[in-house]
T-cell receptor, first 113, second 116 residues
Framework: AQKVTQAQTEISVVEKEDVTLDCVYETRDTTYYLFWYKQPPSGELVFLIRRNSFDEQNEISGRYSWNFQKSTSSFNFTITASQVVDSAVYFCALRTGANNLFFGTGTRLTVIP | DAGVIQSPRHEVTEMGQEVTLRCKPI?????LFWYRQTMMRGLELLIYFNNNVPIDDSGMPEDRFSAKMPNASFSTLKIQPSEPRDSAVYFC??????????????FGQGTRLTVV
């Protein structure tokens, strides 16, 4: 079975602090894809990053970085120097060989000015 | 590209009425997903199509829900009869899949359904 766990339901940080959002996944497939999406208060779901199971390189995009570790089945997301505009619900998702796309329950991030 | 287009954006209907939600995926995408989002249950996958064929509908709550994809550019999700507990935001998403590769899914803006 496939499962995505985001244990942090809500996180609050003060602006300019760094914050890491955790994601742990479960799958028996050897080929799979991991994603992060952002859902701002306006409600749309915005794609942030995709990683396949054969690429464990970490990635940095501006203030965003992602740490993929197959050994711990984790795909964590760090925002450096957080800003108020980062306030949103962030979802981690898993797509497996069966091609379904499963989402975690999301982490609500509030950045306090 | 215009992205995934869903209609209507908002729908208010009375219990017992039929509701039809519409989705136009991104041109060239061959995978389509319907999701339902509620505070209690989060984002639930309802059904997944690949090349217009339903692959997995195990998330469809019950027989009142049905989904079709008559061609590559159009899909519908129908609820008949609707009930108050169906109130949620329904998202459609599309992506491209080929052997050995799955791209990210792009989401429409959602349909907020309220059943009174």
């Amino acid at each position: 079975a496939q499962k995505v766990t985001q244990a942090q339901t809500e996180i609050s940080v003060v602006e300019k602090e760094d914050v890491t959002l955790d994601c742990v996944y479960e799958t028996r497939d050897t080929t799979y894809y991991l994603f992060w999406y952002k859902q701002p208060p306006s409600g749309e779901l915005v794609f942030l990053i995709r990683r396949n199971s054969f690429d464990e390189q970490n990635e940095i995009s501006g203030r965003y970085s992602w740490n993929f570790q197959k050994s711990t089945s984790s795909f964590n997301f760090t925002i450096t120097a957080s800003q108020v505009v980062d306030s949103a619900v962030y979802f981690c998702a898993l797509r497996t060989g069966a091609n379904n796309l499963f989402f975690g329950t999301g982490t609500r991030l509030t950045v306090i000015p | 590209d215009a992205g995934v287009i869903q209609s209507p954006r908002h729908e208010v209907t009375e219990m017992g009425q039929e509701v039809t939600l519409r989705c136009k995926p991104i041109s060239g995408h061959n995978s389509l997903f319907w999701y339902r989002q509620t505070m209690m249950r989060g984002l639930e996958l309802l059904i997944y199509f690949n090349n217009n064929v339903p692959i997995d509908d195990s998330g469809m709550p019950e027989d009142r829900f049905s989904a079709k994809m008559p061609n590559a550019s159009f899909s519908t999700l129908k609820i008949q009869p609707s009930e108050p507990r169906d109130s949620a935001v329904y998202f459609c998403a599309s992506s491209f899949r080929r052997l050995g590769e799955n791209t990210e899914a792009f989401f429409g803006q959602g349909t907020r359904l309220t059943v009174v």
